[in-house]
Structure formats: C-alpha cells, structure tokens
C-alpha cells in the first residue's frame, strides 16, 4: 500500500484524496490544510464543508495541519495549493521528503512573481536537497463531479515515461482515467492559459452576448494558446486534446468554474475587488494574467485576449471597450 501525501486542503486537494480512495491500488491518503477545523471536520465528520460540501470522505484519508504527521514515509507528494503559496508549502515541507518519493503537481497557474510553472517551482525547491522529477495532472476536472465519481479524464505529463507509467497505474480508477504525456510545458500552460481565456468567457456571458460571441472567444482563445505553447517549444498537439480544448471548454461553459464566475460578475458590472472578496476560493487566471503577458513579451508573442483581459482586471477597462478593442484590432488571415 502506497502513501500519498497531498499538500492542500482545499476542494481538488480533497476531491483528489476521495478520488484516489476508490483507485485501482490502495492507498494511505495524508491530506495537510492549513486551517485546523477544516482538518478536525474530515477527522471527525468525514466532510470538508468548506472547500467541497456534502462530498463523504472515506477512512483511508487522513487530515492534519502539521507536514511532519503527513509527508514521512509518503512514496507519492502531491502539490494542490493556490500557485501563489506553493513555493512557501514545498519550502516548509523540504526537511520532510524523502529522495525516494515521486512529485505531482496538479496546480493550474503561473507563479506571480518569477511567472515559473508550477514543476519548475517545485523543482527548484527540491533541488536545494536532492534532483527531482516533477509530473504534471490536469485536464477537465471539477472536483465535486470527480469526487462523485462522475467519469472524468485528464492528463498526466512526465518527462520522465517510467513516472508517468507508474503514476498512471496508481491513480487509474473505475471513473478516473489518465492519459499519458511528454509534453509538460505545454500541458501546463494549456491548464494557466484555460483560466484567462474563461474570464473573457463570463465576461461575454455577464455582458448578455450569445453564442456566436462565445464560440468566436473559445476558438481564437485556443490559437491564443497554442501560439505560446508552440513558441515556448510545446507541441500544438497538446491543445487539441484534453489538456487544451478538452479543459478550455469545461471552464468557459462550466456553472462550477470559478473563473468564469469572475468574468461574469465583471461583465455585471461588479469591481474584482467586490467580487474576490466573496469568494472562498481561488480563481487562478487572476493572478496569471499578468505572468503569461510577461511570459509573452519575453518571446516577442501576441496575447490579445490576455491582453484585454488583463487590462479588465488592473487597468479599470470595461467588459465591453475590452471586447470592442479585441473586434477593432487589423484584419489578417486566420
């Protein structure tokens, strides 16, 4: 029986203990959180009423707030926390890991500041002590559905095929099926990418526009994404598939995403700052706006979508100007 040990409490951290529950191999799950009466709750009612409500936790995942109770003698170390936090969380938990464990990041954003992927984060904490490969999860994923073992595919990218394979092996169940992949970098901006273009998305919703709106976003969106995927030398291939256009069309159109919900609430006319501050969870595309800009003007790259969207959530402009500004732009082929 494998340890698992996953860093991050909030709702995909415990959908995906409750998900790796039912896998095809059993498993000794350690959930760490911050908060102690989120911890206490899943000790004690096996429920995480915060992050994901009415959602039974089985027995075999335990929940503590101290990494010294749940990474030791983990074969498996799993990053789920907010990108902005995961380099401070791999960096407590350093004195912990062991150099036999595997690394998983299922995170999907950009680093603010160094705007680093999520494995090249996790990397350069663990390389202060010892080399370590870093794979990648992520794909089309709500976290309730999949904790309620609705059938769900995602991707698992490895440079490495022997982690990969095994990863697969272990975290396969009977509603949970992974797909393999090399292609890290471009899987992970697939997954910081998605949560921009799905802001734009509510925007045009809360705006009251229709479906040829929606489509035309979700279509120029994608190529937005494999521009830099391909420049930053990620495989166009990668965005056709569940990664890209498989997770771009969950967000944009999914009730669950938070992402969209930001959009939405902008297009409504409500300020970012009103509407973060009702809500319990993270939405990643708002800090990675400005981390794939950067990402983009490094390497000569046109986001126009990022662009606009950015200048929604930190320049004042409206849902409205943004989308006039992205129609006014020169003709060209597609």
Not at 8 to 28: E, F, I, N, P, Q
Not at 53 to 64: D, H, L, N
Request: hydrophobic share 45%; net charge positive.
């Amino acid at each position: 029986m494998s340890r698992i040990a996953i860093l991050g409490g909030g709702s995909w951290g415990t959908g995906l203990a409750v998900v790796l529950s039912s896998s095809r191999r059993k498993h000794d799950i350690r959930l760490w959180m911050r908060d102690p009466s989120l911890a206490q709750s899943i000790e004690q009612e096996r429920e995480n009423r915060k992050y994901l409500p009415g959602v039974s936790i089985p027995a075999c995942v335990r929940a503590s707030t101290k990494l010294e109770e749940v990474i030791p003698g983990a074969q498996i170390v799993v990053g789920s926390a907010p990108s902005a936090h995961t380099r401070a969380i791999f960096a407590l938990a350093l004195p912990h890991l062991s150099r036999d464990a595997v690394f998983l990041s299922a995170t999907k954003g950009l680093e603010p500041a160094t705007h680093l992927r999520m494995s090249e984060v996790i990397s350069q904490v663990i390389n202060a002590r010892f080399l370590a490969t870093v794979a990648v999860l992520s794909g089309p994923s709500f976290a309730a559905e999949a904790a309620l073992g609705q059938p769900t595919a995602v991707v698992l990218a490895s440079p490495d095929p022997a982690l990969g394979a095994f990863l697969q092996e272990e975290f396969s169940g009977p509603a949970f099926r992974l797909y393999t992949n090399d292609d890290v970098l471009g899987v992970e901006l697939a997954g910081a990418m998605k949560n921009v273009m799905a802001i734009a998305a509510g925007a045009c919703q809360g705006l009251g526009l229709g479906a040829n709106s929606l489509s035309a976003l979700i279509t120029r969106g994608l190529a937005e994404m494999t521009r830099l995927v391909v420049a930053l030398g990620g495989r166009s291939g990668t965005l056709s598939g569940l990664a890209g256009m498989g997770d771009l069309i969950l967000t944009c159109y999914g009730a669950q995403s938070r992402n969209r919900r930001v959009g939405f609430d902008l297009g409504q006319g409500r300020s970012l700052a009103e509407i973060l501050a009702g809500m319990t969870m993270v939405a990643e595309g708002v800090g990675t706006t400005a981390a794939l800009l950067a990402l983009a003007r490094e390497n000569r790259i046109e986001l126009p979508i990022t662009q606009q969207v950015h200048s929604i959530l930190h320049l004042g402009n409206s849902p409205r100007e943004a989308i006039r500004a992205i129609m006014e732009r020169p003709l060209k082929r597609e």
